[in-house]
């Protein structure tokens, strides 16, 4: 389940602003502000940014105590970069 707090920490991981996640997502950028200022959000929508996030190497967590994001790009990168050393 993707959060508020959970979207703003994505965005932040890709140092990307509202018209970012518009552009990758297909959500207006007006509609991504209502949601990260705690308005409720269609299960499309939400499918729709956690799949942006996703293909941007960021995937959005949710525990029973957490919530929030994870870069895993910069994981994969490491490895493969160990790989080639």
Do not use: H, P
Not at 8 to 37: H, K, P, Q, V, Y
Not at 41 to 69: P, Q
């Amino acid at each position: 389940m993707l959060t508020a707090e959970a979207c703003r920490a994505g965005r932040a991981l890709l140092g990307w602003g509202l018209e970012d996640l518009a552009g990758a997502s297909g959500i207006a950028a007006g509609t991504l502000s209502r949601i990260e200022n705690g308005r409720t959000m269609r299960a499309g929508t939400m499918k729709k940014l956690v799949d942006a996030f996703g293909a941007n190497g960021v995937e959005i967590v949710k525990t029973e105590d957490r919530t929030g994001a994870v870069l895993i790009y910069a994981r994969r990168t490491a490895f493969a970069g160990d790989a080639q050393s």
